[in-house]
C-alpha cells in the first residue's frame, strides 16, 4: 500500500487540508485549529501513525499567532507526519492531544513554560524547569533577557578593588596567554630578521674592503 496515497485518502475527509509531500517518508499536513485533533485521530486510527515524537511551538510574533507542530511516526509505514496549526497569540490556549497520545503530557507542559500556551485539558499545566522563573516565558520573541536579568539577579558592573588599583596605576588592560605568546614570537622573529640584516651588512662591507 503506497502511504502517500493512502493519507490522501483518508485526510480528504477534513476540510481545508494542506498536504506536501517534501521528500520520502517526510510528509507536511497544515490544517486549521479547529481540524487538528481530527486530523491526529485519523492519522493515528486509520493510518497508523501511533508515536507523537514530540510538540514543537514557534512564535510568529509579526503574526500575532503560535504555530504548533505535532510530529506523529508509523513503524508501519516508516514515515513522520508533522502536522502544522495556528493559534491566536493573545489568547495562547489550544486543546490538550493527552487523550489521544499520553507523551503529549510532557511537550505541552514545556511548551506552556517556556511560550505560555495553556492546552486545555492537559493533566499538568505547571511548572516544571523553571521552577523559580517569575518573568514571561523565556522562549517568547519579545522577552527582553537582558532587562530580566538586571531586574532579577540585581547586576552590577564587576570592578573589584583590586581592578581599580591595577587601573590606578596604569594597567588594567588583559592579554590573552595566546596573545603574549604570540607577540613574544613576533618579537623573537622581528630580532632575528636584525640580525641577520646586520650579518649581511658586515658580509657586504667586509666584500668591499
Known amino acids: 500500500m503506497n502511504k502517500h496515497k493512502s493519507i490522501d485518502e483518508i485526510l480528504k475527509k477534513v476540510n481545508d487540508v494542506k498536504i506536501l509531500h517534501k521528500r520520502e517518508r517526510r510528509i507536511r499536513v497544515d490544517v486549521t485549529a479547529d481540524s487538528l485533533t481530527t486530523v491526529l485521530e485519523l492519522l493515528k486510527g486509520q493510518a497508523s501513525f501511533v508515536h507523537l515524537s514530540a510538540i514543537s511551538c514557534v512564535d510568529w510574533i509579526d503574526d500575532g499567532e503560535f504555530e504548533l507542530v505535532y510530529h506523529v511516526w508509523s513503524y508501519e509505514e516508516n514515515c513522520l507526519v508533522s502536522v502544522h496549526t495556528r493559534i491566536d497569540r493573545e489568547k495562547a490556549k489550544f486543546v490538550s492531544v493527552y487523550d489521544l497520545y499520553k507523551p503529549a503530557d510532557f511537550f505541552e507542559r514545556d511548551i506552556y513554560e517556556m511560550y505560555g500556551v495553556f492546552f ?17 516565558p523565556p522562549m517568547l520573541k519579545d522577552f527582553d533577557s537582558e532587562s530580566y536579568v538586571q531586574n532579577t539577579f540585581n547586576w552590577t ?3 573589584p578593588d583590586w581592578l581599580q588599583e591595577l587601573e590606578q596605576q596604569g594597567g588594567g588592560i588583559a592579554i590573552k596567554p595566546e596573545e603574549i605568546r604570540l607577540s613574544g614570537e613576533l618579537h623573537n622573529m622581528s630580532t632575528h630578521r636584525e640580525r641577520d640584516k646586520k650579518k649581511q651588512q658586515d658580509n657586504v662591507k667586509g666584500w668591499k674592503s
Request: glycine residues 10%.
Open 157 to 159: 558592573e564587576y570592578n
Open 120 to 136: 486545555i485539558g492537559s493533566p499538568r499545566m505547571e511548572k516544571f524547569i523553571l521552577t523559580e522563573w517569575h518573568g514571561v
